[in-house]
């Protein structure tokens, strides 16, 4: 019975954790999608962007699975920023999931943004600023998750034991 109780309210908190995650990563998705035409184009009129903004985007885009070597150039990186329909920006942030980022995908986006904050990227750009804090949003999750499940694959019980 106690084992049955200790997974209830496991799972409880887990889904409850899990909710809250989504709200925030929800809250930054729809940031994104407000950005106005100005604000889009003012990062696609970039011919040599600020390094951060290089940065931002870098990370940003290896989150939503386009692999590091096809943006180690602003102009790679501008090919992913200017897709229309469903392959635009926009679009495949709406669409990512979470439980499709890897933890070692996190830890390298985390690795290109780990000397810059909030406040410098909004000086720099403030459309750059919306993709940094959903992308730190992001990781912090992905992080959050893998060591939850680690949590849990590391205790005592298991589905297995009723």
Not at 1 to 12: E, G, K, N
Not at 68 to 82: A, Q, S
Request: charged share 25%; glycine share 4%; aromatic share 8%.
């Amino acid at each position: 019975m106690a084992v049955c109780l200790r997974l209830v309210i496991y799972r409880t908190l887990t889904t409850l954790w899990v909710l809250k995650s989504l709200g925030q990563i929800e809250k930054m998705r729809h940031a994104i999608m407000k950005l106005d035409q100005r604000t889009v184009a003012e990062i696609k009129n970039y011919s040599s962007p600020p390094e951060e903004v290089h940065q931002v985007f870098k990370a940003t885009l290896l989150l939503l699975g386009t692999p590091l070597n096809h943006t180690e150039k602003w102009l790679d990186c501008l090919v992913h920023i200017g897709k229309l329909g469903n392959a635009s920006l926009k679009r495949r942030i709406n669409d990512v999931s979470i439980a499709y980022i890897s933890r070692e995908t996190a830890d390298m986006a985390g690795l290109i943004l780990q000397s810059y904050s909030k406040e410098r990227i909004q000086d720099v750009s403030s459309g750059a600023a919306a993709f940094y804090v959903w992308s730190v949003k992001v990781i912090a999750e992905v992080i959050d998750k893998e060591e939850d499940e680690d949590d849990f694959a590391d205790s005592e019980y298991s589905e297995d034991d009723y």
